[in-house]
């Protein structure tokens, strides 16, 4: 039985040493009012060092909008390291549409650019406040399906969470007492107007990925019925076609031996 709340100020102590050992100030976390960055932003003000939490909105859907302020409602009454900011992207965003729409962008691109945008603008705050940006992505996303976007989400300086798996998230964010709205929502990237969720996208659950992850890596049966052949098909899928975010950059080496 994992102690998730040891677990949580472990990874709270890591977060931590690794802003004084850089002589870091300040942590800056964006929050988009689903579990993964209601976790991180909470063992971020854990640490108690100056934590902004960011609410990028573009277009964005109100519920998601409204689960973001409802955390950092939270956290702010919790913590007293933790400071509150606004970065409205919408028309940033909308310019970017309009500057692009002679190139043909796919929706998909656009989506991406959203997260783009976001990671930029995180960093530049992270940036004007000897800060880093604390990534928020989970195992499942980050080295199973590649379910992030490249130079986006995917664009942190530490990754605190990047081991858990989407359940350990979710058993750490009870343990925490991340408020009820937030647990029980679907879980969305926040990259479309439409407001569709990650199951939308993937065509799967998180549990049902998450199995599929470990049975990729260890096989544990054969008679497999046809939704787990059909989940255990999207993993492989998505892991293969994604593999270029999850990989290290390929580099032309003129000098193999070095």
């Known amino acids: 039985m994992v102690d998730w709340g040891k677990v949580a ?15 870091l100030e300040t942590l800056v976390v964006g929050v988009s009012g689903g579990i993964d960055s209601a ?9 108690g060092i100056r934590t902004i ?15 973001s302020n409802l955390h950092i409602e939270w956290l ?10 606004k970065i409205d992207l919408s028309n940033t965003y909308d310019e970017l549409c309009s500057d692009l729409d002679s190139q043909k962008v796919t929706g998909l691109s656009l989506a991406n650019s959203r997260a783009r945008l976001r990671m930029t603008a995180l960093f530049a705050v992270a940036g004007s406040n000897n800060g880093i940006v604390v990534g928020t992505g989970n195992k499942v996303e980050d080295f199973g399906i590649g379910f992030y976007t490249k130079y986006g989400d995917g664009g942190v300086d530490i990754s605190p969470i990047a ?42 659950t998180y549990e049902e990925i998450e199995w599929a992850m470990k049975e990729a890596t260890s096989p544990k049966r054969a008679d497999l019925s046809e939704r787990e052949r059909k989940v255990l098909d999207i993993y492989q899928r998505l892991n293969k076609s994604n593999s270029h975010k999850m990989d290290p950059i390929p580099v032309f080496k003129l000098y193999p031996d070095e």
């Open 9 to 23: 100020n472990d990874i709270s102590d890591w977060i931590s040493d690794y802003a004084h050992r850089n002589s």
């Open 163 to 204: 081991d858990l798996y989407k359940s350990d998230v979710y058993a750490m964010g009870e343990e925490l007492g991340v408020i009820r709205e937030v647990l029980e929502a679907a879980p969305t990237d926040g990259l479309w107007n439409d407001g569709r969720t990650d199951e939308d996208q993937i065509g799967a």
């Open 53 to 67: 939490v960011v609410n990028m909105p573009i277009h964005q859907d109100e519920g998601q909008y409204d689960l």
């Open 76 to 85: 702010v009454s919790k913590w007293g390291n933790v400071e509150r900011s």
């Open 39 to 47: 976790v991180t932003s909470t063992l971020s003000a854990m640490t």
